[in-house]
Nanobody, 122 residues
């Protein structure tokens, strides 16, 4: 069984910074992609940033230049550095792992973390 555990959420003032962490645990040989989604009240869950195998990254247009995703492959951990936060960044942030390989032939298509609340308010 594979679990994703997030940490680092909280309350921050506009213009402030937060760093989210997500560690995958369990029987893991490799993970294809890890990323962050967010879900604001009354809105659909949306992709914030993704780290793909090979080192490429994707970002939502709304966070480009403010958020940075990074990944520690040895620790199966992904980070999201969030700077210049805005009230509209307020949401529950979910960590995601796609293509979790337990062996050369066992793969879990997708795993979600439990979510961590980020609130940007003065």
């Amino acid at each position: 069984q594979v679990q994703l555990v997030e940490s680092g959420g909280g309350l921050v003032q506009p213009g402030g910074s937060l760093r989210l962490s997500c560690a995958a645990s369990g029987s893991i040989r490799s993970i294809n992609a890890m990323g962050w989604y967010r879900e604001a009240p009354g809105k659909e869950r949306e992709l914030v940033a993704a780290s793909l195998s090979g080192g490429s990254t994707n970002y939502a247009d709304s966070v480009k230049g403010r958020f940075t995703i990074s990944r520690d492959y040895a620790k199966n951990t992904v980070y999201l550095q969030m700077n210049s936060l805005k009230p509209e960044d307020t949401a529950v942030y979910y960590c995601n792992a796609d293509g979790v390989w337990a062996s050369s032939w066992q793969v879990i298509p997708r795993v979600w973390g439990q979510g961590t609340q980020v609130t940007v308010s003065s």
